[in-house]
C-alpha cells in the first residue's frame, strides 16, 4: 500500500492483508436483543456460559430472559474459571459435548468469552488440548472447521476478545499460558451493552483500561505487515500479521478515546459518558490487535502473571491472589515502549500524540520516554467539558449523552 509510509513494500514482503470480524452491536440496553439474535442464527437451544460471579448479577438474568422471551431453551455452565485453564476449558467442552446445543451465547469478561471459543474448538473436534496450540506449546494443527454459532457479550471494557479469534488458555501442568488462534474461533456476533460495565469497580476499569490501552499501541508500534513474508496460497494468509491500515484505523480511535476518558471511568462510575466510551474503545482495540497482533508487553505479561504468588488486587471478585491481566501488561509496557521506540519512533510519537501527550518539538530519539509518560497538555478550565472538575459535571447531562447513550448500532448488520 503506497499511501502509507509505514507499509512499505518489501522484497519477498506481504502486499495484502485481510480483516476477519464478526457482527458487532453496540449500545446501551442492547443485552436485550440477544434473544432476537440468537434466534436469527438458527439457535434454538443455547448454551448459556458465564462465570460463578456474573451468574448472580442482573446483566445475566436479563440474557437469560431476553433468550426464554424468543423461545430459546437454555443451561447454563457458570463454572467459567477466571484465567481460564485447560481443565476448566475441557469441563466447559465436556458440558458442550452431552447439551444437544446448536449455538452458544457468553455473557462476561475476557475469561469467560476464550473459554467459550475453547470449548467449542474441544467439543467439537476432540483432540489432545496442545493439539491446535502453535509450537513451541502445541502441534500446531489447524482447527479443522467452523464451530457452533458464538454469540459474545462481554461484561467489561478490555479484553476485545469478543471480536477476536483468540483465547488465552493456562497450561496447568506447565503453569504457562499460550494462544489459541483460529479464524475459527471468531465468533459471529458481538453484543456490547455499556450498561454491563455501570457497576464495575474502579480498579476493575483501570485494569480492563489499561490492557486496551496496551493492545491499541502493541498493534499500532507492530512490524508493518509488509514486513513479513507473502504467504502462499492466499486463503493461508495469517489472522495476525502485523500492523496494517485496518488495525491503524482502529488503534488510533482507541487511543484517543482511552486518553481521554479513562481517567473519567474510573474515578466516577456513574460517569456513563465515560465508561461508554471505554467499552467501544475495547471493542475497537479488539478490531485492531485481533488483524494485527500485539507484541512484547503482552508476551511479558504471562510471567508477570505467572509468576506471582502473594498479589491479591483490590475490588476483584474470590479474594483470590493473582495479578489481573490489565495489570500484567501494564507494568512492563513503559520499557518496552522505551525499546522499541527506537525501532519505529515515528510510530511511538504518533500513538502519544493519539492518547494526548504534548509531543511538540519531539524528536526521535524522545519518542520513547514521550509516549511512555504520556505527559497530556494542561489545559484551562475553561478548555474543559463542564469545567475543571467532576464538581461542575452535570449529572443529567451524562444521561442524556446523544453520542453514545442513546444510540444504537450494529456493524454489518
Ligand atoms: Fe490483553
Known amino acids: 500500500m503506497g499511501c502509507c509510509q509505514y507499509f512499505v513494500p518489501t522484497e519477498g ?100 468469552i476464550d473459554t467459550a471459543k475453547g470449548a467449542l474448538v474441544y467439543a467439537q473436534y476432540p483432540a489432545s488440548f496442545d493439539a491446535y496450540f502453535a509450537p513451541p506449546m502445541g502441534a500446531g494443527q489447524p482447527v479443522p472447521g467452523t464451530l457452533l454459532p458464538h454469540i459474545a457479550c462481554p461484561t467489561t471494557s478490555g479484553t476485545g476478545s469478543e471480536v477476536t479469534g483468540l483465547s488465552v488458555i493456562r497450561f496447568v501442568a506447565l503453569n504457562v499460558k499460550f494462544v489459541l488462534a483460529s479464524r475459527h474461533l471468531l465468533p459471529d456476533e458481538a453484543i456490547i451493552d455499556p450498561a454491563c460495565i455501570d457497576t464495575l469497580p474502579a480498579a476493575v476499569v483501570a485494569s480492563t483500561g489499561f490492557d486496551l490501552l496496551s493492545h491499541a499501541i502493541e498493534c499500532y508500534t507492530a512490524r508493518a505487515y509488509t514486513a513479513w513474508a507473502k504467504v502462499s496460497p492466499a486463503a493461508s494468509r495469517p489472522m495476525i500479521q502485523g500492523a496494517n491500515p485496518w488495525s491503524d484505523l482502529h488503534a488510533r480511535e482507541a487511543l484517543r478515546i482511552v486518553g481521554e476518558y479513562l481517567e473519567r471511568g474510573v474515578a466516577d462510575a456513574a460517569d456513563y459518558e465515560a465508561r461508554d466510551c471505554l467499552s467501544w474503545a475495547a471493542t475497537l482495540a479488539g478490531m485492531a490487535f485481533g488483524n494485527s497482533g500485539t507484541h512484547l508487553p503482552h508476551a511479558l505479561s504471562y510471567a508477570v502473571s505467572q509468576m506471582s504468588r502473594d498479589f491479591t488486587p483490590r475490588d476483584y471478585p474470590g479474594g483470590k491472589s493473582f495479578v489481573p491481566h490489565g495489570l500484567s501488561v501494564i507494568v512492563s509496557s513503559p520499557s518496552v515502549f522505551r525499546y522499541t521506540a ?72
Open 13 to 112: 514482503g506481504a502486499d495484502a492483508f485481510t480483516v476477519e470480524m464478526p457482527r458487532v452491536t453496540f449500545g446501551r440496553g442492547t443485552l436485550s436483543e440477544v434473544g432476537e439474535r440468537a434466534l436469527n442464527r438458527g439457535i434454538r437451544r443455547a448454551a448459556l456460559l458465564t462465570d460463578p460471579y456474573l451468574a448472580e448479577t442482573e446483566h445475566f438474568a436479563q440474557a437469560r430472559s431476553a433468550l426464554a422471551a424468543a423461545g430459546i431453551d437454555t443451561a447454563v455452565f457458570s463454572e467459567v474459571h477466571i484465567e481460564p485453564t485447560d481443565e476448566s476449558v475441557l469441563a466447559a467442552a465436556d458440558f458442550l459435548k452431552d447439551g444437544g446445543f446448536d449455538g452458544i451465547v457468553s455473557v462476561g469478561g475476557g475469561s469467560v
Open 342 to 413: 527506537q525501532a519505529a519512533p515515528q510510530r511511538h510519537l504518533e500513538a502519544a500524540k493519539y492518547l494526548g501527550a504534548d509531543v511538540r518539538g519531539a524528536a526521535a530519539q524522545d519518542a520513547g520516554e514521550v509516549v511512555s509518560r504520556r505527559r497530556r497538555p494542561r489545559r484551562s478550565s475553561a478548555g474543559r467539558r463542564g469545567g475543571d472538575s467532576r464538581k461542575n459535571y452535570n449529572v443529567d447531562a451524562r444521561h442524556r449523552c446523544p453520542q453514545w447513550s442513546q444510540r444504537r448500532w450494529s456493524y454489518r448488520g
